[in-house]
């Protein structure tokens, strides 16, 4: 039971990093990104194939992947950010199914949808077990993420995030670089994904395109809407709430032992919707109060 909760509270603390960029990204800046999976992906395979086919040491792995996110996220945000929100919504959602195809196509890189394997994890250090460091480490890393979103948000850039995202023409007529504005919170919200990505990666040991699809965006957007946009605290909040109840319900054949599988698995589904939004309807209203 140890271990299981010692992997629930790692899995947490990984998606709560998404949570967080995409926090960054639509709760400070505006930014309706359904692509942010796709830079999770680029962090993961990153690592994945410089730690297995050339040997890199995990760290390396990690600061290719947040350089090609931020890449990627320039790339796509220059592209793209000057249209309107419903416009930049679909592309970012084109641009994470575009990745996970490449992921899937290009064999000789990626291994398709074998994925790769064997994938380097951190060793026991004074008969410390892996899973408990692995633990310290994405605590850390969740920490010092925190850290940086709420220092950038109590800031004058992010002060300046707020007003692009309540009025982009007023904060233009101030004479503010409003593509320049986003840009860097699209790239900041990109490097801590690749950052989760990473982290995923190694403590799984495997990776393979079929864990980076849309549902994994969405899972971000839950979190961050029960937490309150534009709150870190509540997206810490939303992330722990969330992963609670989708892993609570696996547990729906324990008080129901005469149901087969299947009607467990459609039952959890229920529960998992209508708990869903019974939080996202209380939390939004709690903020809503607080806000006044």
């Not at 084109?94 to 951190?122: Q, Y």
């Not at 892996?130 to 850039?157: F, M």
């Amino acid at each position: 039971m140890t271990e299981y909760l010692i992997a629930l509270a790692t899995l947490i603390g990984i998606q709560t990093l998404l949570a967080l960029g995409l926090n960054l990204h639509y709760g400070i800046t505006g930014l309706v990104n359904f692509g942010h999976v796709a830079f999770y992906a680029i962090g993961a395979y990153s690592s994945a194939i410089l730690s297995v086919t050339l040997g890199w040491p995990p760290v390396a792995g990690l600061l290719v992947g947040v350089c090609l996110a931020i890449a990627a996220s320039l790339l796509i945000g220059t592209a793209t950010l000057r249209l309107r929100e419903d416009y930049f919504a679909i592309l970012t959602l084109g641009f994470s199914e575009l990745v996970r195809l490449f992921l899937t196509n290009a064999r000789g890189l990626t291994r398709g949808v074998l994925g790769i394997s064997d994938i380097p994890r951190l060793a026991s250090i004074g008969g410390v077990p892996s899973s408990h460091l692995y633990l310290l480490l994405v605590v850390a890393t969740v920490a010092a993420a925190y850290a940086i979103c709420e220092v950038l948000t109590r800031s004058p850039l992010g002060r300046t995030l707020r007003a692009v995202r309540d009025d982009d023409v007023a904060a233009a007529s101030l004479g503010k670089d409003v593509l320049a504005f986003r840009l860097t919170a699209l790239a900041v919200g990109a490097a801590i994904a690749a950052v989760a990505g990473t982290l995923s990666a190694h403590y799984i040991s495997y990776v393979s395109p079929d864990q980076f699809t849309p549902e994994i965006t969405f899972y971000a957007w839950m979190a961050m809407i029960i937490g309150r946009p534009g709150s870190m605290r509540g997206a810490l909040l939303g992330t722990a709430i969330l992963y609670t109840v989708l892993e609570g319900t696996r547990f729906a054949k324990d008080v129901a032992p005469g149901l087969g599988a299947p009607q467990v698995a459609a039952i959890r589904q229920v529960v998992i919707g209508l708990g869903l939004i019974v939080l996202t309807v209380w939390f939004r209203r709690v903020g809503a109060r607080r806000a006044v």
